[in-house]
């Protein structure tokens, strides 16, 4: 059973910083990648980054320069740092694992709130 736990969400102003967490059961090295999603109120999820085991970095084109990625595999954890934050930000940030077989877990999400 995969578990992804999220944290590290909260209400920040308009360019602040935030880091979010997601701490794995087990070993992230089973995944094929890992990243983050968000949903909006009213909108449809979407990904923001992804990182593959090899290391290469996807992001979606409303947060490059300002999301990065990243992982500590001996604390099976990845993180989203997020900078310069706007309000059309504010989501719902979720985990999420990708393995060999192509099942993609989710876990329960952490709320951002951005205010202006």
């Known amino acids: 059973q995969v578990q992804l736990v999220e944290s590290g969400g909260g209400l920040v102003q308009a360019g602040g910083s935030l880091r979010l967490s997601c701490a794995a059961s087990?070993?992230?090295?089973?995944?094929?990648?890992m990243g983050w999603g968000r949903q909006a109120p009213g909108k449809q999820r979407e990904l923001v980054a992804t990182?593959?085991?090899?290391?290469?970095?996807v992001y979606a084109d409303s947060v490059k320069g300002r999301f990065t990625i990243s992982r500590d595999n001996a604390k099976n954890t990845v993180y989203l740092q997020i900078n310069s934050l706007k309000p059309e930000d504010t989501a719902v940030y979720y985990c999420n694992a990708e393995d060999y077989s192509g099942m993609r877990y989710w876990g329960k999400g952490t709320l951002v709130t951005v205010s202006s």
């Open positions: 990182e593959t085991s090899g290391g290469s970095t």
């Open positions: 087990g070993s992230i090295f089973r995944f094929n990648a």
